[in-house]
């Protein structure tokens, strides 16, 4: 079981730059590959990055690369999203997931969400 956390969203103009935070709790955090998601309004949930266990591997959404940086800190249970250039188009709620994976060429979330936390980017 793990519990997850996100924090260090909010409202920011376009060009600017946010660090979200996703704090897990449970012994078997660095078992698990991780990933974020986020859900514009009216919008399915999409896969934005994700991150081996290890940190050793990490992939991201077309839309968001050479932007945004997935990193973990399994030491403090933590893994992060550095979003840089934000444009208004980035407006979601995003979403921490452990146990990501990838299947079908696409990354799917695992069993474990947080509950979310709002970026707004203004033009």
């Known amino acids: 079981q793990v519990q997850l956390v996100e924090s260090g969203g909010g409202l920011v103009q376009a060009g600017g730059s946010l660090r979200l935070s996703c704090a897990a709790s449970g012994r078997t955090f660095s078992a698990y590959a991780m990933g974020w998601f986020r859900q514009a309004p009216g919008k399915e949930r999409e896969f934005v990055a994700a991150i081996t266990y290890s940190g050793g591997f990490t992939d991201y959404a077309d839309s968001v690369k050479g932007r945004f940086t997935i990193s973990r800190d399994n030491a403090k249970n933590t893994v992060y999203l550095q979003m840089n250039s934000l444009k208004p188009a980035g407006t979601a709620v995003y979403y921490c997931?452990?146990?990501?994976?990838?299947?079908?060429?696409?990354?799917?979330?695992?069993?474990?969400w947080g509950q979310g936390t709002q970026v707004t980017v203004s033009s």
């Open positions: 997931n452990a146990d990501v994976r990838r299947l079908n060429s696409a990354w799917r979330g695992g069993d474990y």
